[in-house]
């Protein structure tokens, strides 16, 4: 049975990625790289990564890190 490269759980959405894109731009207007955002809000580099790429399913506790990291609202990285 092959590997499936992006099960349903990694499925890009269009709220998933315009919140990976609203992080994305936060993160590069502090000038941080995403192992610099990892570090601030006890995150991996490789998640930071994925949720960039609009490729998670964020859970509360972590737009909780990455609002507090980024020094922002967590609702300032909630889409439209």
């Given at each position: 049975?092959?590997?499936?490269?992006?099960?349903?759980?990694r499925?890009?959405?269009?709220?998933?990625?315009?919140?990976?894109?609203?992080?994305?731009?936060?993160?590069?207007?502090?000038?941080?790289?995403?192992?610099?955002?990892?570090?601030?809000?006890?995150?991996?580099p490789?998640?930071i990564?994925?949720?960039?790429?609009?490729?998670?399913?964020?859970?509360?506790?972590?737009?909780?890190?990455?609002?507090?990291?980024?020094?922002?609202?967590?609702?300032?990285?909630?889409?439209?």
């Amino acid at each position: 049975m092959a590997a499936n490269k992006n099960p349903k759980n990694r499925r890009k959405t269009p709220a998933r990625t315009a919140f990976g894109k609203l992080v994305r731009q936060k993160r590069l207007d502090l000038e941080l790289t995403q192992e610099d955002l990892a570090e601030k809000s006890s995150l991996h580099p490789t998640y930071i990564g994925s949720v960039e790429r609009g490729e998670r399913n964020i859970a509360l506790e972590n737009i909780l890190s990455l609002a507090k990291a980024l020094g922002c609202s967590p609702k300032d990285l909630m889409p439209d």
